[in-house]
């Protein structure tokens, strides 16, 4: 499969089934992970959506078969703007920075410069136009990079209380799970 044939894949609407298919395909086919990452900032906003979701699915199935792609996604993760993106590396970002991640990414992590994800997902954090699951997902990145950077426990806190105050039921959720464990 190229990457034009992906993006013709994109054109059209996705259900769960045809993602589920693709997965497959892309990964039988060894269709290069950062090709996909690229589609994901497609001037099409519906193929880019596609794209973020065929992404989450592709990489979170198998995270370590394409490690040697996570320096490239983390690389992106700052340049990305479409709010139906934002959704689907939010929810990367916090799988791939879990506690329970695969020791092999957690040790790529170490080595990865993760401060511009951690200033992405505080932007989202910061912005109101951005959508409460965007900003639960990124909160839980930065609660789960704590311990790297200490400032983000007070920055997170502080966030957090903010959010909480007219949000929405899932933040306050969230947030009240996070910050008693951040206290």
């Not at 060894?30 to 880019?48: H, M, P, S």
């Not at 590396?89 to 957690?106: C, D, E, L």
């Not at 410069?113 to 699951?133: Q, R, S, T, Y």
């Amino acid at each position: 499969m190229t990457k034009q044939q992906l993006i013709d894949e994109l054109k059209t609407t996705l259900v769960k089934t045809k993602v589920d298919k693709l997965n497959k395909l892309v990964k039988k086919e060894g269709f290069n992970l950062r090709d996909l990452i690229d589609v994901t900032f497609n001037a099409d906003k519906n193929i880019a959506f596609r794209a973020a979701w065929l992404l989450e699915n592709v990489f979170l199935k198998n995270p370590v078969f394409y490690l040697p792609e996570l320096d490239y996604l983390l690389k992106r993760f700052p340049d990305v703007h479409y709010p139906s993106c934002q959704r689907h590396y939010a929810k990367i970002a916090m799988h791939i920075t879990s506690p329970k991640v695969h020791p092999v990414i957690r040790q790529k992590l170490e080595a990865a410069d993760m401060e511009p994800v951690v200033e992405k997902c505080f932007d989202w954090l910061i912005d109101p136009k951005v959508l409460i699951a965007v900003k639960v997902f990124a909160a839980e990145a930065l609660f789960n990079l704590r311990s790297r950077y200490d400032w983000i426990t007070d920055e997170l806190t502080n966030q957090l209380e903010f959010l909480m105050r007219n949000g929405s039921p899932a933040i306050k959720t969230r947030g009240k799970k996070l910050l008693a464990k951040l206290k």
